[in-house]
């Protein structure tokens, strides 16, 4: 919000958020976000359908969940720029818990878009991860490489 709140001055109309914690977003993942959200002229993400097995359960498993509807979210997320702030803005003045931006839009009761994006754009978040993000992104440029 913070961040948002410093380009008041002269507002864009649209912004998009990334994590840093996903360095492995593809150009044309960002490319279809835009042009996807802009052609319905509503914000979105990016994300991917869930692939496991989802279990809910504390210490045992007591039920699976459905996957057919299920999304993980990734970054960027794409919204009007004052769409966002007042989201973020009213969440915060109500104590909402708000874990992206796109949960910011979600409760302020506006649409988010679902966009396809690689699985591979994975979050660094544990050590193994670094080693399966140097694996993706060798993969990533042996792909670019002719």
Do not use: M
């Not at 699976?64 to 915060?92: E, G, K």
Request: hydrophobic share 40%; charged share 25%.
């Amino acid at each position: 919000l913070n961040a948002l709140l410093s380009l008041a001055d002269n507002p864009p109309n649209w912004v998009l958020v990334h994590d840093a914690a996903r360095p492995l977003v593809c150009l044309s993942d960002i490319t279809r976000l835009v042009d996807d959200c802009l052609a319905a002229n509503e914000g979105g993400i990016l994300a991917s359908k869930v692939k496991d097995t989802i279990k809910r359960g504390r210490t045992h498993s007591e039920q699976t969940v459905p996957r057919d509807d299920l999304w993980q979210a990734l970054t960027p997320q794409f919204f009007p720029y004052q769409a966002l702030v007042d989201a973020l803005s009213n969440a915060l003045e109500n104590g909402v818990t708000i874990t992206d931006e796109a949960s910011a839009i979600e409760w302020a009761k506006q649409p988010v878009k679902l966009v396809a994006g690689r699985s591979d754009n994975i979050k660094i978040t544990t050590p193994e991860d670094l080693d399966l993000a140097a694996f993706l992104l060798q993969k990533q440029q042996n792909e670019r490489t002719p």
